[in-house]
């Protein structure tokens, strides 16, 4: 099967592996790219002494830049979403690293179940804002700190061309809101995929899949659990 997957180049890179892994040809094309802001991150983990959390591998790969700098804070409770991020937390050297299985909101239930008051969310632009609007809810203490920017990539016509001339893809990766609506929002991409295209858009979670536009939602399927193995299950 051909699978057209939309996430950042470095993340994509991974996807492709375990695409071929399961008998799938990946094509690649990135949406976004991330900027970090490495100074950010620094300076919060400076000014802060409690648990810290991350919604997204990307935080991770930040800090993981800040070199021995890292290494005082490796003792604080590391709260994830989702196993892959909290496993990268791990081979850092986080040593105390809780994650949930569902979203920001289940991460902020996690967070005060455990009592994780006055801690720090390491932040990328643009999110969506679940796991601070119900820390919020909760009564919890929190800063942030924006460490990154997720920033759109205009893909180029000929390669769009390259990738849906003849027999294009079987199916679409979509592992953000943000990456689908870039996608929509490209005329060559909008009119590769005609009402009646039979290309499966397969999304991480439903907030994913309310980008797609109400002609095509009868190609969407969801996965069962916010992460990639899920995901990938649809295939």
Do not use: W
């Not at 996807?15 to 991330?34: I, Y």
């Not at 809810?137 to 061309?161: K, V, W």
């Amino acid at each position: 099967m051909l699978v057209l997957v939309t996430r950042p180049a470095h993340s994509a890179e991974q996807t492709a592996r375990r695409l071929r892994d399961l008998g799938h040809e990946p094509l690649l094309l990135p949406l976004r790219r991330p900027l970090h802001v490495n100074a950010a991150a620094a300076d919060a983990l400076v000014a802060t002494s409690g648990a810290i959390a991350v919604t997204s591998a990307e935080a991770i790969r930040v800090i993981s830049t800040l070199g021995e700098a890292i290494r005082p804070h490796l003792t604080r409770p590391l709260f994830a979403v989702g196993e892959a991020t909290a496993k990268k937390a791990e081979s850092l050297g986080f040593r105390s690293v809780s994650s949930s299985s569902g979203n920001g909101r289940d991460l902020a239930d996690l967070v005060a179940a455990r009592g994780a008051d006055g801690l720090l969310y390491l932040a990328g632009l643009p999110r969506a804002e679940t796991f601070e609007e119900r820390l919020r809810e909760l009564g919890m203490r929190f800063s942030i700190a924006e460490c990154y920017r997720m920033q759109p990539l205009a893909p180029d016509p000929a390669e769009i061309e390259a990738i849906f001339s003849g027999r294009g893809p079987d199916a679409i990766l979509f592992y953000s809101r943000q990456t689908a609506d870039d996608f929509f929002h490209v005329a060559e991409l909008r009119s590769a995929l005609p009402q009646g295209s039979g290309i499966r858009l397969l999304c991480l979670s439903e907030t994913v899949a309310e980008a797609i536009p109400a002609a095509l939602k009868k190609n969407v399927a969801i996965a069962p659990m916010p992460d990639e193995g899920s995901l990938l299950s649809l295939l």
